[in-house]
């Protein structure tokens, strides 16, 4: 545990040790980084792969070597660890930003995703499906991480506080659809269950009404595909049925 700028924060690590020497072990032994895979080194050095972040931090130079531990920022002018461990951080997100779109980096958000570091939606039938990370704008400082849930097609804020104030901007606008046009398996079925509040068992006129709306909406869209010839039931993208309704006109 230690201490920066009156802010105690927390390391954790699967090794037996309590300290870990590496820069990057020690950024995702941070209680609140279990959002963030390990980005490969060499990565982190290919100057290809930090096109533009020049202009997001300064003595980029510097922060790669921290990162990749050619620098210890212990050696650095006391005056100067602060901003630099702080530089180390962002520029460690924006580089994980680009590093999990890869085919490498797409795989360890997957097994991420299956062990559900996540978390689960909250919406009750989605029954606990796994989230994806996702931001509102690729550029930082502008907002928050939000969590995506592929069955509800919603977004959720993180329920920890610690993961709450991550930028949004270190896991992109366009993760959760790469991830899964590369794990087309992962795409879940749609439940139609919608919920509709009841006083004594009769549904509310102004809710009753939106519901109705939405599942007009729906059944529409199912009419209209299946007279395209696609098969949208019990398929990954497509609707939960127990058996195919026929479609009244």
Not at 15 to 42: M, Q, R, V
Not at 58 to 64: F, G, M, N, T, Y
Request: aromatic letters at 12%; a negative charge.
């Amino acid at each position: 545990m230690t201490s920066r700028n009156g802010i105690t924060e927390e390391y954790h690590t699967d090794s037996s040790s309590d300290f870990t020497e590496y820069w990057i072990d020690l950024f995702l032994g941070i209680k609140g980084h279990e959002y963030f895979c390990d980005i490969d080194e060499d990565y982190i050095r290919d100057k290809f792969n930090l096109t533009g972040l020049n202009q997001e931090v300064s003595k980029l130079s510097v922060l790669i070597d921290i990162l990749t531990d050619i620098i210890d920022i212990e050696s650095q002018p006391e005056d100067q660890r602060d901003a630099l461990e702080h530089n180390a951080r962002v520029l460690y997100g924006l580089i994980h930003a680009r590093y999990i779109l890869t085919s490498r980096g797409l795989n360890k958000m997957f097994e991420k995703y299956r062990n559900g570091d996540f978390g689960y939606c909250p919406r009750v039938h989605c029954q606990l499906h796994p989230l994806l990370p996702i931001g509102l704008n690729d550029q930082p400082r502008l907002a928050s991480v939000k969590l995506y849930c592929a069955k509800c097609e919603d977004l959720y804020n993180p329920k920890s506080g610690r993961h709450a104030i991550i930028d949004g901007a270190y896991f992109g606008t366009s993760f959760p659809a790469m991830f899964f046009q590369n794990f087309p398996q992962a795409i879940p079925v749609h439940d139609r269950k919608i919920y509709t509040p009841r006083v004594f068992g009769f549904k509310l006129h102004d809710y009753s009404q939106l519901s109705r709306w939405r599942e007009l909406q729906r059944n529409k869209l199912e009419k209209s595909l299946v007279q395209k010839g696609i098969d949208i039931y019990n398929k990954p993208g497509g609707f939960v049925i127990d058996e195919k309704e026929e479609i009244k006109n």
